[in-house]
């Protein structure tokens, strides 16, 4: 069984910062990329991040230069350092694994408020 465990949301004013962090536990093989997706109300979730085992990033468009994605590959863990925040950000934050088997991870998600 894989668990996720997210932490770092919040409310926070436009401009601000926060870090998310997702570590990952239970009978982990053969990670292929871990990552961020997020949700807004009355909308799809969306992929935010994502970040191989290698260490290659890819970013939403709309979070290019503003998101920073990493990870610690000896801890299953996986982060996403968000600066000059959005109101449009505002959303829940979903931590996904996935392995090159194809099985596919989700955290619980974490609330992220950015006001204006």
């Known amino acids: 069984q894989v668990q996720l465990v997210e932490s770092g949301g919040g409310l926070v004013q436009a401009g601000e910062s926060l870090r998310l962090s997702c570590a990952a536990s239970?009978?982990?093989?053969?990670?292929?990329?871990m990552g961020w997706y997020r949700q807004a109300p009355g909308k799809q979730r969306e992929l935010v991040a994502g970040?191989?085992?290698?260490?290659?990033?890819n970013y939403a468009d709309s979070v290019k230069g503003r998101f920073t994605i990493s990870r610690d590959n000896a801890k299953n863990t996986v982060f996403l350092q968000m600066n000059s925040l959005k109101p449009e950000d505002t959303a829940v934050y979903y931590c996904?694994?996935?392995?090159?088997?194809?099985?596919?991870?989700w955290g619980q998600g974490t609330q992220v408020t950015v006001s204006s």
């Open positions: 996904n694994l996935k392995l090159f088997t194809s099985l596919n991870y």
């Open positions: 239970g009978s982990i093989f053969g990670i292929n990329t």
């Open positions: 970040i191989t085992t290698g260490g290659s990033p």
